[in-house]
């Protein structure tokens, strides 16, 4: 299963990767984007539960990794409730993208 990193900038200044293990992050981030602080955090949540629904479908057990990144997000963002968060990157970039 293809695995990804993506990295935002929050309100406060502050980078962070995340972990994915599923490209799926794709069809719910752009890279360049900026994205209210509760938008993205309904998109990545979003994004990871399909991810660890996948890894369950071919595993028989959801991913952990995509569960600590849920709770990495969602304290990164009582830390910064208002403003805007960036994506800075995904990697791999989407097939079709430049690099």
């Not at 399909?50 to 959801?62: L, M």
């Not at 709770?71 to 993208?97: C, F, K, Q």
């Amino acid at each position: 299963m293809p695995e990804m990193q993506f990295v935002v900038r929050w309100p406060d200044g502050t980078e962070a990767s995340y972990y994915s293990p599923s490209l799926v992050m794709h069809d719910f981030l752009d890279a360049g984007s900026v994205y209210p602080v509760d938008e993205f955090v309904r998109r990545a949540t979003e994004a990871l539960d399909i991810a660890s629904e996948r890894v369950r479908a071919k595993y028989g057990f959801a991913c952990t990794s995509a569960m600590h990144t849920q709770e990495s997000i969602a304290l990164a963002a009582t830390r910064n409730p208002l403003g805007d968060v960036t994506v800075t990157g995904l990697e791999p970039p989407h097939a079709g993208t430049p690099a």
